[in-house]
């Protein structure tokens, strides 16, 4: 079984593989460079002559001699498509089995398409510009065979070599990639530590908010408050049967209909229906306002003008009667009334103020730090994601390489 090499750096891997395979290379990259010299000198033959047909057909068209007028400015639009399609073509700087692979594949394209050309323009151009036909046509074929004799080695014996160089080229992105991933930890890292102090920040201001609004006067106004709302459910409980007498009562106050209600007291009656807290603690003691309100009703549902069923005419005078003739409301309004008193004693003292403007400062510092933290985590997330991504593709590279290298050379190599 084939023993594996351990290594302990891409680095090492490179260097080791250039010096397994140096003998194998060298030659190849040797004859790449001296076809693909000797393709762009055949090239560049071709470029000169065309240049020749496009100057020559150029003179015969300014001379106007109408018996080779045409077949000039046919040589001419036809050297032009030569010359323009040489242009395009980009011979490799650097040899590699791709790039050189790429160059025949460009040559390869401008010869079909120059070969129908030359085909179907040069018999019309006949008999004219003969010993400039022969000529290019020579040159051309010359450069053909130069093509044939690249893409032979490239296709035949290029190939061989195309593993272990695409080995070679991975280490060389395996190293930069390396790189980078060291420049990313240490983003990360200089971003976490801007993001540490900034969450410090953060929990110190809360923690600021929380002791302001869980002690001393916020939190006897919330406790206040929970009372409040304890007591307004508990007179809306204690109205619940004189909801609906009251609803119609507004309705028929509101269309016209005889209720003998007052605006002020049809505010009163809103007021009640919606907030009876609030309604109960503006009436003087006994609140002599709804018992005015109340009698009124009292004498509508007698009346029937409400239109009331049997039971909820009966429920609602049964209310009528504990409120105004037994003042069942009068303790849950001293209760009202306390609390309110409280509550206002609250709002009105000066360390309130001071705290809510603290709470004030406080919640506007930590809004700004939270934006502040906002922005560092997703340019840290975005950190992280690339991060990712390049150790992915350096597991991936790593992989690729060892079977590159087992497949090329059958060796059995470990990458850190």
Same mark, same amino acid.
């Given at each position: 079984?084939?023993?594996?090499?351990?290594?302990?750096?891409?680095?090492?891997?490179?260097?080791?593989?250039?010096?397994?395979?140096?003998?194998?290379?060298?030659?190849?990259?040797?004859?790449?460079? #001296?076809?693909?010299?000797?393709?762009?000198?055949?090239?560049?033959?071709?470029?000169?002559?065309?240049?020749?047909?496009?100057?020559?057909?150029?003179?015969?068209?300014? =001379?106007?001699?109408?018996?080779?007028?045409?077949?000039?400015?046919?040589?001419?639009?036809?050297?032009?498509?030569?010359?323009?399609?040489?242009?395009?073509?980009?011979?490799?700087?650097?040899?590699?089995?791709?790039?050189?692979?790429?160059?025949?594949?460009?040559?390869?394209?401008?010869?079909?398409?120059?070969?129908?050309?030359?085909?179907?323009?040069?018999?019309?151009?006949?008999?004219?510009?003969?010993?400039?036909? =022969?000529?290019?046509?020579?040159?051309?074929?010359?450069?053909?065979?130069?093509?044939?004799?690249?893409?032979?080695?490239?296709?035949?014996?290029?190939?061989?070599?195309?593993?272990?160089?695409?080995?070679?080229?991975?280490?060389?992105?395996?190293?930069?990639?390396?790189?980078?991933? /060291?420049?990313?930890?240490?983003?990360?890292?200089?971003?976490?530590?801007?993001?540490?102090?900034?969450?410090?920040?953060?929990?110190?201001?809360?923690?600021?908010?929380?002791?302001?609004?869980? *002690?001393?006067?916020?939190?006897?106004?919330?406790?206040?408050?929970?009372?409040? !709302?304890?007591?307004?459910?508990?007179?809306?409980?204690?109205?619940?049967?004189?909801?609906?007498?009251?609803?119609?009562?507004?309705?028929?106050?509101?269309?016209?209909?005889?209720?003998?209600?007052?605006?002020?007291?049809?505010?009163?009656?809103?007021?009640?229906?919606?907030?009876?807290?609030?309604?109960?603690?503006?009436? *003087?003691?006994?609140?002599? @306002?709804?018992?005015?309100?109340?009698?009124?009703?009292?004498?509508?549902?007698?009346?029937?003008?409400?239109?009331?069923?049997?039971?909820?005419? =009966?429920?609602?005078?049964? %209310?009528?009667?504990?409120?105004?003739?037994?003042?069942?409301?009068?303790?849950?309004?001293?209760?009202?009334?306390?609390?309110?008193?409280? #509550?206002?004693?609250?709002?009105?003292?000066?360390?309130?103020?001071?705290?809510?403007?603290?709470?004030?400062?406080?919640?506007?510092?930590?809004? /700004?730090?939270?934006?502040?933290?906002?922005?560092?985590?997703?340019?840290?997330?975005?950190?992280? %994601?690339?991060?990712? !991504?390049?150790?992915? *593709?350096?597991?991936?590279?790593?992989?690729?390489? @060892?079977?590159?290298?087992?497949?090329?050379?059958?060796? #059995?190599?470990?990458?850190?």
């Amino acid at each position: 079984m084939t023993e594996t090499i351990q290594f302990s750096s891409a680095n090492e891997v490179k260097h080791w593989l250039e010096d397994q395979t140096k003998s194998t290379l060298s030659p190849v990259h040797a004859q790449a460079k #001296k076809l693909r010299d000797e393709m762009n000198l055949a090239i560049q033959s071709v470029t000169e002559v065309s240049k020749m047909l496009l100057d020559n057909s150029t003179r015969e068209i300014d =001379r106007r001699n109408m018996k080779v007028y045409n077949r000039a400015r046919a040589l001419n639009k036809l050297s032009h498509l030569f010359l323009d399609r040489l242009k395009k073509l980009n011979a490799p700087e650097e040899i590699s089995y791709d790039s050189l692979s790429r160059y025949t594949q460009e040559i390869q394209k401008i010869i079909l398409v120059n070969d129908i050309d030359i085909k179907n323009w040069f018999p019309r151009i006949s008999p004219f510009f003969i010993m400039d036909r =022969r000529k290019f046509l020579a040159i051309y074929e010359r450069a053909k065979l130069s093509y044939e004799t690249l893409n032979d080695f490239v296709t035949k014996e290029y190939v061989k070599t195309k593993t272990i160089e695409e080995s070679l080229q991975l280490l060389n992105e395996l190293q930069n990639i390396q790189k980078q991933i /060291v420049i990313i930890g240490e983003e990360k890292e200089h971003i976490k530590n801007a993001r540490m102090p900034l969450e410090k920040e953060i929990a110190e201001l809360e923690q600021k908010i929380s002791e302001l609004t869980t *002690k001393g006067p916020i939190d006897k106004l919330n406790t206040v408050n929970i009372e409040i !709302e304890t007591l307004n459910n508990e007179l809306k409980n204690s109205l619940r049967h004189l909801q609906k007498p009251f609803i119609k009562m507004q309705a028929l106050a509101t269309t016209g209909g005889g209720a003998g209600v007052t605006p002020d007291e049809l505010k009163r009656v809103i007021q009640y229906l919606e907030k009876p807290f609030d309604a109960l603690t503006s009436e *003087k003691p006994c609140y002599p @306002e709804l018992k005015e309100i109340l009698q009124k009703l009292e004498r509508l549902i007698e009346e029937d003008k409400l239109k009331l069923k049997q039971d909820k005419a =009966r429920k609602a005078q049964q %209310s009528i009667n504990e409120i105004v003739g037994h003042d069942s409301l009068s303790q849950i309004q001293i209760r009202c009334l306390e609390i309110a008193n409280t #509550k206002q004693l609250l709002l009105s003292s000066d360390q309130l103020d001071e705290i809510k403007n603290n709470l004030q400062l406080f919640q506007e510092q930590l809004d /700004v730090l939270k934006t502040r933290k906002i922005s560092i985590e997703t340019q840290e997330a975005v950190k992280q %994601s690339a991060f990712t !991504e390049a150790e992915d *593709k350096i597991k991936n590279m790593k992989r690729i390489i @060892e079977r590159n290298i087992l497949s090329s050379i059958n060796m #059995k190599v470990q990458i850190p």
